[in-house]
């Protein structure tokens, strides 16, 4: 497996054979300079997989892609940022249906080859007059390059600070496969309402089933394991789409295994960006919780503690304030023995047998003020289940973000 | 039932007969115009009854106390705030057991006749020397004046702005009752780590078996209905003890529902101050869920939009962005169809049968920038399961209040 992970500053992941992207802005947004729509395109009909958002109250592009996949014969995915589509009934619906129709007929397909994603708004109808203009013209401008690579993930950002891509290649069979990987914010981010979306392409020859499979263990070791706000968006959705343009048989034993690591690899580095990127966020949290009777009690302790603010805030101000992290960890509906549990706070051992451990706070804090990364180990037992959970400190910032502006 | 709340600017509920209080500042906390000591004793041995925390985590005096409740005999609580007495062992519960035998020295009552309450940083041991100092100080200036009384509501205090306390009288078989109650804060906050404390006192006659089932149902409507920050404390506690000094024979029948309603009347009001009290609160929010299958799914779905940093941004800003709303109810975990649900921000709707309702943001945004009280109206179907919640929104002081302090 060879990977090249991305931006800002490090090199575009190359596009797998046969795949062009596009991204215009076409009036979405207000902000002339942000795109907003956004083509991805296959020249050979495609497998697509897709794991959606488990909210009930899901949008229309949601409902739609779900209906569809998994399947085969897909050409591409439209996207548009700005609005979600989300609460808007059967008229959203029919927008929805409408945009993969609009999108179909300027790559020419079908409108049923089409998989639709959104994000932006919540609670209002698509300006389906821009959205058309913008599916035209970023369809005109469909190109394999970097450039059309960087401005694709581009399109899909709504608070993101940067994009976010991720790229790997391995071999099956001796055929030379390519994965590329983009995504969008973690943080549901109210008037300009964000979401997570994923969009995962690839040259290899995949079977719909396998694709699925494949798709969902990713994405549980991934972009389940990540919360900025704990905030379930209406929209999240991640694609997989195989277009097989690398030749060769569909993937089977070492070659799906070698496509499956690097779809953890690809889906993984894009799970952590949306952490890294959190709105607001001065600092990653990276939550390792072991020791549990399995691996969802592992994460719901982990969840928990990722979504305690008081926890965020300790970690924003380089607080080494460990009481917070056991007592959400005692109250995630977990059971565990308290005397049995250890925690470690970059490294350093705080609490054990149910009693404080005396450590330098004012090293443990310096350890938290000058990295990025703060590593929270926290052991309850002797149990298989483990997890490593990514998420961001709360910060004045998140709030003004969030409150500061008018729908 | 006669009620009187207060403070700030109230008058101060009457202790009910044979209850006296003091506290003083010992030097737990640092800050010597903050009383840290409190001591609330009982002439006549009195009926105790306790609601505590369901957190795996929990604190010596909460393992304490559960202990020893609901029973007889007991003369008073021994209450400590600036250290909460969490994650501290063994050597915890040997701390807890002796606060409560100086606590009963200091009164003339053996150390089994007493309760304890801690607040404050988890994961400390108590300074017991301090303390012992405290409970001999405060011993000596037990009253049953209001200033006595205001004074031990602020020394349960920690980042509180302001004491709480709510009081009501009642008639029983022609005996006329006092009902007192005082609490503390709603967040757990951090360094100076707080909790949800409560104490409620009475003269009325009431066997344990009552005060128990009384006081869990009473704290169900109303502690157990208000969230600042979704983190449960180590130490939540709310006790009530009954002395009888008011005689009469145990209160039974339209005496004991007099009870009732005056006890649920002083925790509500004790609730709701807390969510107004919350840490850099702007907002309340008064969250009414109905038409759900039963009680607990409207708590659910209620506790979820009142925990949504979205949500809480929102009101803090002002602006009616329902879609947050609608989507953290659709995450809580309870089953609804979106399609039958209604939404309504202080009155106006805005989401009815799955589509968003035209209405006027800047009308709806100026009701909430206007009003302390934000209230958010959620029915998502015909069932009788309904709740009312309180919460409090999210603001930069939030975050500088428990980032921008070091342990």
Chains 1, 2 share one sequence.
């Not at 497996?1 to 947004?29: F, Q």
């Not at 300079?33 to 794991?51: F, H, I, K, M, Q």
């Not at 085969?72 to 609460?87: E, L, M, T």
């Not at 000058?370 to 998140?398: K, W």
Request: proline share 5%; hydrophobic share 45%.
């Amino acid at each position: 497996m060879t990977t090249s992970d991305s931006p800002p500053d490090g090199p575009i992941p190359p596009l797998p054979r046969g795949w062009r992207m596009a991204a215009v802005h076409a009036g979405i947004k207000r902000n002339a300079t942000r795109e907003d729509v956004t083509l991805v395109a296959s020249d050979l009909p495609a497998t697509a997989a897709g794991v959606y958002t488990s909210n009930l109250v899901f949008a229309a592009p949601v409902a739609l892609d779900r209906s569809r996949t998994p399947g085969v014969g897909f050409r591409g995915v439209v996207i548009n940022s700005g609005n979600a589509n989300a609460c808007t009934g059967s008229r959203g619906l029919d927008d929805a249906r409408r945009m993969a129709e609009l999108a179909g007929r300027a790559i020419g397909a079908a409108g049923e080859q089409m998989l639709v994603l959104s994000t932006g708004i919540i609670g209002e109808f698509l300006p389906m007059a821009t959205v058309e203009r913008g599916i035209t013209a970023a369809a005109a401008l469909l190109a394999a390059d970097e450039r059309s690579t960087l401005t694709a993930a581009r399109g899909m950002m709504t608070t993101d600070t940067r994009p976010k891509l991720a790229g790997g290649g391995f071999l099956a069979d001796g055929v030379d496969c390519t994965v590329f990987g983009m995504a969008k914010g973690a943080a549901m981010i109210g008037p300009r309402l964000a979401t997570m979306l994923g969009v995962v392409v690839t040259d290899a020859a995949i079977d719909p089933a396998d694709a699925q499979r494949a798709l969902a263990e990713a994405a549980d070791e991934s972009f389940n394991c990540v919360s900025v706000d704990g905030h379930m968006s209406t929209n999240d959705t991640v694609l997989l789409l195989a277009n097989a343009a690398a030749g060769g048989r569909p993937l089977a034993g070492a070659g799906l295994e070698a496509f499956r690591r690097t779809l953890d690899h690809v889906c993984g580095h894009l799970a952590r960006e949306m952490a890294d990127d959190g709105e607001g966020a001065t600092h990653v949290m990276r939550i390792e919780v072991s020791g549990t009777f399995d691996r969802a009690a592992a994460r719901q302790i982990a969840r928990t503690i990722a979504d305690s603010p008081l926890v965020k805030t300790a970690v924003h101000g380089a607080d080494p304030n460990w009481g917070r992290i056991v007592s959400a960890a005692g109250y995630s509906g977990v059971a565990f023995d308290p005397s049995r549990a250890e925690l470690r706070l970059n490294g350093t051992l705080l609490f054990r047998a149910g009693s404080p451990v005396a450590f330098d706070a004012e090293q443990v804090s310096a350890s938290i003020r000058d990295a990025r990364e703060t590593l929270i180990e926290l052991s309850v037992g002797d149990g298989p289940g483990r997890i490593r959970f990514y998420s961001s400190d709360l910060t004045a910032d998140y709030v003004r973000l969030n409150a500061d502006y008018h729908t």
